[in-house]
């Protein structure tokens, strides 16, 4: 399978643990996206690469999230200190290039209790 | 504020109806796309729009993109089951084509 995988698929957290999530973007693509998704509402932007810079953070991007691409290929979120509203879907993307079409991995369920 | 406003939010209908579904903005877009998203998966791309007036079908669905590529919309004729998804219609912003704004979402139920 050649598509965006992401892992784990779902996470359960206690309040104030942290957690990373993991996202492989399809070989060749050099821009990543990661987007935040509640229940029966649209993709929010956090954040997107280009290669290994990071060239974008939303506001919705607070201290306690941190995003990585190290290589250039898989990318890394972590959330510190987890609290009950960061509870969501993390949908990772990437794409060849500006303006083409984006494919998306199945997203990282995350639950905080 | 959301950049995209799509109308319904929820749409529950039986199969063989024909349904429209809206995605509206101020913002003028650089093109459109439209998704469709089942539970526990990520959201799949259905078709791209880029130039305003722009119609195209496939199979029973057809999108339309605004002549002032401001909004657009998709209408599924004769829904079936197998149409039952979460809707969302998505675009770079005119100049800033970076990243995909997302519209909220139009949750859509057809009833077999």
């Known amino acids: 399978d050649t598509g965006v995988s992401q892992d784990p698929r779902h996470k359960i957290t206690k309040r104030g643990q942290n957690v990373t999530f993991r996202c492989d973007p399809i070989?060749?693509?050099?821009?990543l996206y990661w987007y935040r998704q509640t229940l029966g509402q649209g993709p929010e932007f956090l954040t997107y690469?280009?290669?290994?810079?990071?060239?974008?953070k939303s506001r919705l991007l607070s201290d306690r999230f941190s995003a990585e691409r190290p290589k250039g290929s898989f990318s890394t979120l972590e959330i510190q200190r987890t609290e009950q509203g960061d509870s969501a879907m993390y949908l990772c993307?990437?794409?060849?290039?500006?303006?083409?079409?984006?494919?998306f991995g199945q997203g990282t369920r995350l639950t905080v209790v | 504020t959301q950049l995209l406003e799509q109308s319904p939010q929820f749409l529950s209908i039986q199969e063989g109806e024909n349904l429209t579904v809206y995605c509206n903005s101020s913002?003028?877009?650089?093109?459109l796309q439209w998704y469709r998203q089942e539970p526990g998966e990520g959201p799949v791309l259905l078709v791209t729009?880029?130039?305003?007036?722009e119609v195209k079908k496939l199979k029973r669905l057809t999108f339309q993109f605004g002549d002032a590529r401001k909004d657009s919309s998709l209408h599924i004729t004769a829904a079936q089951p197998g149409d039952t998804g979460l809707y969302l219609c998505?675009?770079?912003?005119?100049?800033?084509?970076?990243?995909?704004?997302f519209g909220t979402g139009t949750l859509l139920a057809v009833q077999p």
């Open positions: 993307a990437s794409s060849l290039a500006v303006g083409a079409r984006a494919f």
């Open positions: 913002s003028v877009f650089s093109s």
């Open positions: 070989s060749e693509h050099n821009r």
């Open positions: 729009v880029v130039t305003g007036g």
């Open positions: 690469f280009q290669n290994e810079a990071q060239l974008e």
């Open positions: 998505a675009g770079p912003l005119m100049g800033a084509t970076n990243k995909l704004i």
